[in-house]
């Protein structure tokens, strides 16, 4: 045998396949794989929630039961998620200050 000749593994080892980027991740809720579950008691309330759905692009099964209680508590912390925070950037050492001084940030405020 040659000293060139392949003692490697042909195939990537199996522990190594699993990592990296996913691709089957989890659907999120309310997309059309994973619809929301929504009772409501009458037929005004679910044009409501359709109307709802519609404005927020959300799939949903929406069952009418006037004997129970009303349960859209999945729609409803789908549109109470939080948003991302932004702050006011403070102004540089030379720009004007923001208290409207008219001198720089660096003397009056900084």
């Known amino acids: 045998m040659s000293k060139f000749f392949f003692k490697g593994r042909i195939d990537p080892r199996e522990k190594y ?3 990296g980027y996913n691709t089957q991740r989890k659907t ?3 997309s059309e794989n994973a619809p929301l579950t929504i009772q409501v008691q009458t037929s005004n309330r679910e044009s409501e929630v359709r109307a709802i759905l519609k404005e927020h692009n959300l799939y949903a099964n929406i069952s009418l039961e006037p004997d129970l209680p009303e349960n859209t508590l999945q729609l409803d912390t789908l549109l109470q998620l ?3 925070q932004t702050f006011a950037k403070t102004p540089s050492r030379n720009e004007p200050c923001l208290c409207g001084s008219g001198q720089k940030y660096k003397k ?3």
């Open 28 to 30: 999120k809720l309310g």
């Open 82 to 84: 939080p948003g991302t």
């Open 17 to 19: 396949q699993r990592f």
């Open 108 to 110: 009056c405020c900084g």
